[in-house]
């Protein structure tokens, strides 16, 4: 019994730092008369506690969009850029509904002038029964 009380301290501990040191918050700019696009991200104390990234408009290839539905639902807006991969726009315990997180990446979209990366996952409890779907779809307005 001693045992879990000891592993229970220490999780409740990292959370309690988690929460106190406000890891993982930050902000999007998106400067559209300089055409640069800047995150920032607060980490765990250390060396590389604030993170920050700095890319052109240009290099945005696209919004990825994943939908993932079933007993643990998630919900992500990334933002794709060449040559670097995809970082996460959102938070993960920001749970939106479909409706507001396509609406979002939609307004984004839009104001970026790239394309939407649908990304749409099912899954069921066999785990050979899962499918997945990607399509591409361009904003409203660009030709």
């Not at 001693?2 to 998106?30: E, M, P």
């Not at 990446?105 to 029964?129: G, K, N, Q, T």
Request: net charge positive.
């Amino acid at each position: 019994m001693s045992f879990y009380g000891i592993a229970g301290l220490f999780i409740s501990s990292y959370l309690w730092c988690t929460i106190s040191w406000n890891v993982g918050s930050g902000y999007d700019r998106f400067d559209t008369k300089e055409r640069i696009v800047y995150i920032f991200r607060c980490e765990f104390p250390g060396k590389n506690r604030l993170i920050f990234f700095r890319y052109l408009i240009k290099d945005i290839q696209s919004i990825k969009l994943e939908l993932k539905e079933g007993i643990y639902t998630r919900r992500v807006l990334y933002l794709e850029i060449r040559g670097q991969g995809a970082i996460p726009l959102t938070r993960t315990d920001e749970n939106l509904t479909p409706r507001k997180i396509e609406q979002k990446a939609a307004e984004l979209a839009y104001f970026l002038r790239v394309p939407i990366e649908h990304s749409l996952m099912e899954i069921s409890s066999d785990p050979s029964l899962g499918s997945k779907q990607t399509y591409t779809e361009q904003p409203k307005g660009e030709t």
